[in-house]
């Protein structure tokens, strides 16, 4: 893995919108403070850290079971409990592999009518193993979908119905946990102190990936490497995690940098994104601080938001992340009309690659700080690396911007207002506080 931040320094995009490297240094003091208080919470809210290092045995034989029992594989769940596996459903396995191998994987996230069809319609579900995911064991979405889906395995398997469901959640507090011991349901932990958007390197991520193909080791081992990286080196032009968290809290915070784009040249990267936008807007976006993750994905969106990267309000650095070698590509024939035989010999992954440094370089010229970290593979290995790096660098940005990275205080107001309004026992104050708040007093209306 290679990160190239040249062009976020002041030295080629100039003072207004780059870093000085007298002003990266300048937080050295900071950054050694903090890397010292990194390295004791390690047992407590860095927890994630200690991932890398666990025992695995109970995912892969679980997962080796749904493996010989199930032809599809779905998880219920949503948010932390969702993204994860989904990014590395995405990123690792190829785009039909649903198609090709089996188990087949599938999501139950949201609690849209016409998806659930859909996914529905899709599978067996005597032939499918659910994995219920959720940490607190009681999110609305997560539990309206596994109860309709565990209506429908009664219904056609009777008592045997125990036997498609697997349940990750707490060890020990929530309904799923209650409920999946009373009823005798295969269940795996998630650490007590891990939140949902740090949790991909725990059972989480992991019994999906496993069921899936993905090789975990090697997804660990990337992780492991990443971690050890990050506790050797405090300075931050070798320590990626503190780099990452320092260019954009300096272009946010001096320079205006209120958005980072996410722009990886590879849609097997889109769900990453996905997962990265999380990370980092529930885990910064508090005290009215924070910066808004975007999704851009090349070559597509060059031409759909290059113009206003380049040329709209100044308020973007970018990450774009390349990968060197595709598993397959394609050349383009020799013998094409002179009008386009520039496009002779080369292969789409050229291209694609090509493009990336065209619109680096408009970029630089627009002076736009952006940031490139190039893969040389999409690998479980590279993925290790890359997950352990953002989540490391959203920890230590907690530090930055003086706020707590492992809360959601915003997310669990709006779950407390939707219990109310679906009528859930002990939050009739809320459904008063409700009426009181929420109106609809200008509209149009149309017939
Ligand atoms: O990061 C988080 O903590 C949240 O996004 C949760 O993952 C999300 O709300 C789902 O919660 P749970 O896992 O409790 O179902």
């Known amino acids: 893995m290679r990160i190239d931040y040249t062009n976020v320094m002041a030295e080629v995009i100039g003072e207004r919108d780059g870093i000085l490297r007298e002003e990266l240094l300048s937080f050295r003091h900071f950054v050694a403070e903090v890397h010292q208080i990194i390295q004791k919470e390690k047992n407590r809210k860095f927890y994630f ?226 997962w990265y936008r999380q990370l980092w807007a529930e885990s910064l976006g508090k005290d009215g601080l924070g910066q808004t993750p975007v999704k851009a994905i090349g070559t597509v969106d060059q031409h759909s938001q290059l113009q206003l990267y380049r040329e709209g309000i100044r308020d973007k650095i970018i990450t774009f992340i390349q990968v060197e070698n595709f598993p397959v590509d394609f050349r383009i024939p020799e013998e094409l009309p002179d009008e386009i035989s520039y496009l002779s010999g080369h292969t789409l992954g050229e291209i694609l690659n090509k493009e990336l440094l065209g619109t680096k370089a408009a970029l630089i010229k627009s002076k736009v700080p952006n940031i490139t970290i190039t893969l040389d593979r999409i690998d479980p290995y590279n993925m290790g690396m890359l997950i352990y790096m953002y989540e490391l660098a959203t920890g230590f940005s907690g530090y930055l911007y003086k706020i707590n990275p492992f809360d959601q205080p915003a997310v669990e107001e709006g779950k407390k207002f939707t219990y109310a309004l679906l009528g859930r026992k002990g939050f009739e104050e809320k459904l008063q506080e409700f009426k009181e708040l929420y109106r609809e007093k200008y509209r149009i209306e149309i017939q």
């Open 49 to 274: 850290c200690k991932l890398p290092y666990q025992d695995t045995s109970q995912v892969k034989e679980t997962a080796n079971w749904i493996r010989e029992n199930f032809e599809n594989f779905a998880v219920i769940g949503i948010g932390g409990s969702s993204l994860g596996a989904k990014m590395l459903f995405n990123s690792l396995t190829e785009f039909n592999h649903n198609k090709k191998n089996r188990p087949r994987f599938y999501l139950f996230e949201n609690v849209d009518p016409e998806r659930f069809r859909a996914t529905l319609e899709e599978i067996d579900v005597e032939k499918t193993c659910f994995n219920v995911i959720t940490k607190s064991g009681s999110t609305v979405e997560t539990i309206a979908n596994f109860s309709i889906i565990m209506q429908m395995l009664k219904e056609k398997l009777g008592d045997r119905y125990r036997e498609n469901l697997v349940f990750t959640t707490d060890p020990e507090k929530g309904f799923l946990r209650k409920f999946g011991q009373e009823e005798g349901i295969k269940m795996l932990d998630i650490p007590p102190q891990i939140g949902g958007r740090f949790s991909v390197l725990s059972p989480v991520g992991l019994l999906p990936a496993s069921v899936i193909g993905i090789d975990i080791d090697q997804l660990l081992s990337g992780a492991k490497k990443m971690d050890l990286i990050c506790s050797i080196e405090e300075h931050v032009e070798h320590n990626p995690a503190y780099l990452i968290a320092l260019a954009h809290y300096i272009t946010n915070m001096r320079r205006g940098k209120t958005i980072s784009v996410m722009m990886p040249y590879t849609e097997k990267l889109s769900s990453f994104v996905d």
